[in-house]
């Protein structure tokens, strides 16, 4: 008979009375960082307690992206870290437990399955982006069979109570896995698969509860959030953000006490935009005034060939409409230079486009070909590396810029913000985000932690402000 989870724990060989640890390093955007709190979630319950190291783990997971080459390439050179240090336990050439398995999940190992054992034997086991609740199974099944055990099998579960959320004020729901779009540069609809939405109930749930377990903020999640749709009744993105802002109203009421205060979500696309999607932003008082909307260019010859279906003055009167409805809403985006083709030209009106909207923030990339594309099979890479890294270094120094003078322009004002963490810079100031998704850093100690203050902003630097808390916080 199969031993069961618990036995395996016991019976493994490590020293007495000592938990067994996990150690997960994170690769790429939001969706994999919440997987991971998953994966921490699932491994509390098989009674593992976080490692302060690698060094000091049983387990190792890493939880991969493959959106750019140069991600695949740190994995590999962190799985030859790994390998040495199974050598070494193995010999006993280093303390902590005997046993270290490593495993490698997420976007490159949904993409790669078998073949990154076959490239590094030191990886035990593989789990693809819809395999995460197998865990337990896999772990068993190498114990048992001391061979790699690898499932990227599609089981897609949006189960994500057990999550071991690393914030204690802010927190990701799920809302949909997979991808649509097929922009022509873009690995994820093969890595995360095709559209799949969790049921609005779920969601709704979820947040209720999140509310009752202290957290202040959550961000609903999805490659392309506002293609939702309610697999029961239909309903679309805008109505699920009604529904979650009611239902926050309802426990306020029901209790008397302020929960969520806000709702973000990430990532929006500018095809998927609706009127009704600004409206709602402009109406639904716990709904967040910021809007991570990726152009990925200012040409509309590089936006077709990216396959992203709208153009610079669409984007544009986007952009205006949302502004004229939302007033001082947060507006921020992603960026690609160099892809195939790109001109002179073409990437003087992505300039421009970013000096049109004056974005409060952006991410930029060099294009970076991914295997089996539309852009790598129907373009080629002739933009000059030299070339993608100057352009790269002119837009962020643009971008600089904007975001400077407009983060000038809030010094004398008074904003909301909710605290959500000690700043990195000092351990005296705390800091938080205002609705606009704006960072602020105030003087404050870590009892301000979740609560929301009026703050006046008397300083700015480059990415962040400074304030000072008027009045209680609540
Ligand atoms: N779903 C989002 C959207 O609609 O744009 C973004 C998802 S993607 C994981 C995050 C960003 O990575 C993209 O917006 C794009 O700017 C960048 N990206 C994706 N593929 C890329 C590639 N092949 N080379 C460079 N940057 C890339
Ligand atoms: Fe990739 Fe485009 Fe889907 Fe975003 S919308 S995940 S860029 S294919
Ligand atoms: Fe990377 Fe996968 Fe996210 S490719 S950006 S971790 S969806």
């Given at each position: 008979m199969a031993e069961s989870i618990e036995e395996i724990i016991q019976n493994r060989p490590t020293e007495p009375g000592r938990s067994p640890r996990y150690w997960i390093k994170t690769y790429g955007c939001q969706m994999n960082v919440h997987d991971s709190e998953k994966y921490a979630g699932i491994l509390s319950e098989m009674g593992y307690v976080p490692a302060d190291a690698p060094e000091d783990a049983d387990v190792v997971l890493v939880n991969t992206c493959s959106v750019r080459e140069r991600a695949e390439d740190k994995l590999f050179s962190e799985l030859g870290r790994l390998r040495i240090l199974k050598e070494q336990r193995a010999q006993g050439e280093q303390s902590g437990p005997t046993e270290l398995l490593v495993g490698v999940t997420g976007c490159i190992a949904q993409q790669r399955g078998d073949g990154i054992v076959d490239k590094q034997p030191a990886v035990d086991f593989v789990i693809g982006t819809r395999a995460i609740q197998t865990l337990p199974d896999v772990l068993e099944d190498v114990r048992k069979t001391g061979q790699p055990c690898v499932n990227t099998a599609d089981l897609v579960d949006f189960e994500s109570n057990g999550a071991s959320r690393q914030d204690a004020v802010r927190a990701f729901v799920t809302i949909m896995e997979g991808c649509n779009n097929?922009?022509?540069?873009?690995?994820?609809?093969?890595?995360?698969?095709?559209?799949?939405?969790?049921?609005?109930?779920?969601?709704?749930?979820?947040?209720?509860?999140?509310g009752l377990r202290g957290f202040r903020e959550v961000t609903l999640l999805g490659q392309n959030v506002n293609s939702w749709v309610d697999p029961a009744t239909g309903m679309g993105f805008p109505g699920l953000l009604e529904a979650i802002d009611e239902s926050i109203a309802r426990t306020e009421a029901a209790?008397?006490?302020?929960?969520?205060?806000?709702?973000?979500?990430?990532?929006?696309?500018?095809?998927?935009?609706?009127?009704?999607?600004?409206?709602?932003?402009?109406?639904?008082?716990?709904?967040?005034?910021?809007?991570?909307?990726?152009?990925?260019?200012?040409?509309?010859?590089?936006?077709?060939?990216?396959?992203?279906?709208?153009?610079?003055?669409?984007?544009?009167?986007?952009v205006e409409a949302l502004r004229a409805a939302v007033p001082g809403v947060g507006l921020s985006?992603?960026?690609?230079?160099?892809?195939?083709?790109?001109?002179?030209?073409?990437?003087?009106?992505?300039?421009?486009?970013?000096?049109?909207?004056?974005?409060?923030?952006?991410?930029?990339?060099?294009?970076?070909?991914?295997?089996?594309?539309?852009?790598?099979?129907?373009?080629?890479?002739?933009?000059?590396?030299?070339?993608?890294?100057?352009?790269?270094?002119?837009?962020?120094?643009?971008?600089?810029?904007?975001?400077?003078?407009?983060?000038?322009?809030?010094?004398?004002?008074?904003?909301?913000?909710?605290?959500d963490s000690v700043s990195k810079r000092s351990e005296r100031d705390v800091s938080g985000r205002t609705s606009s998704n704006h960072i602020v850093n105030m003087s404050g100690d870590q009892a301000l932690i979740g609560h929301l203050v009026d703050v006046e902003i008397t300083a700015h630097a480059a990415h962040s402000m400074y304030g000072q808390i008027v009045g209680e916080p609540r």
């Amino acid at each position: 008979m199969a031993e069961s989870i618990e036995e395996i724990i016991q019976n493994r060989p490590t020293e007495p009375g000592r938990s067994p640890r996990y150690w997960i390093k994170t690769y790429g955007c939001q969706m994999n960082v919440h997987d991971s709190e998953k994966y921490a979630g699932i491994l509390s319950e098989m009674g593992y307690v976080p490692a302060d190291a690698p060094e000091d783990a049983d387990v190792v997971l890493v939880n991969t992206c493959s959106v750019r080459e140069r991600a695949e390439d740190k994995l590999f050179s962190e799985l030859g870290r790994l390998r040495i240090l199974k050598e070494q336990r193995a010999q006993g050439e280093q303390s902590g437990p005997t046993e270290l398995l490593v495993g490698v999940t997420g976007c490159i190992a949904q993409q790669r399955g078998d073949g990154i054992v076959d490239k590094q034997p030191a990886v035990d086991f593989v789990i693809g982006t819809r395999a995460i609740q197998t865990l337990p199974d896999v772990l068993e099944d190498v114990r048992k069979t001391g061979q790699p055990c690898v499932n990227t099998a599609d089981l897609v579960d949006f189960e994500s109570n057990g999550a071991s959320r690393q914030d204690a004020v802010r927190a990701f729901v799920t809302i949909m896995e997979g991808c649509n779009n097929y922009c022509s540069f873009c690995i994820v609809p093969a890595t995360r698969g095709m559209e799949v939405y969790r049921p609005a109930d779920d969601i709704i749930d979820e947040i209720r509860g999140l509310g009752l377990r202290g957290f202040r903020e959550v961000t609903l999640l999805g490659q392309n959030v506002n293609s939702w749709v309610d697999p029961a009744t239909g309903m679309g993105f805008p109505g699920l953000l009604e529904a979650i802002d009611e239902s926050i109203a309802r426990t306020e009421a029901a209790d008397g006490e302020r929960r969520i205060e806000r709702v973000r979500f990430l990532t929006s696309h500018p095809k998927d935009l609706s009127p009704r999607l600004i409206e709602v932003m402009a109406s639904a008082s716990h709904v967040a005034k910021h809007l991570h909307l990726p152009v990925q260019s200012g040409s509309d010859q590089i936006l077709h060939n990216m396959n992203r279906h709208y153009t610079a003055t669409s984007y544009l009167a986007q952009v205006e409409a949302l502004r004229a409805a939302v007033p001082g809403v947060g507006l921020s985006t992603d960026l690609i230079v160099g892809f195939p083709g790109e001109t002179d030209a073409d990437f003087e009106a992505t300039l421009e486009l970013v000096r049109a909207v004056e974005y409060d923030s952006f991410y930029s990339f060099e294009y970076s070909p991914r295997p089996d594309t539309a852009a790598v099979t129907q373009y080629e890479d002739d933009v000059p590396d030299e070339l993608k890294r100057t352009r790269l270094i002119e837009l962020q120094k643009t971008g600089q810029y904007i975001q400077a003078q407009r983060n000038a322009a809030w010094v004398g004002k008074s904003t909301e913000v909710l605290v959500d963490s000690v700043s990195k810079r000092s351990e005296r100031d705390v800091s938080g985000r205002t609705s606009s998704n704006h960072i602020v850093n105030m003087s404050g100690d870590q009892a301000l932690i979740g609560h929301l203050v009026d703050v006046e902003i008397t300083a700015h630097a480059a990415h962040s402000m400074y304030g000072q808390i008027v009045g209680e916080p609540r």
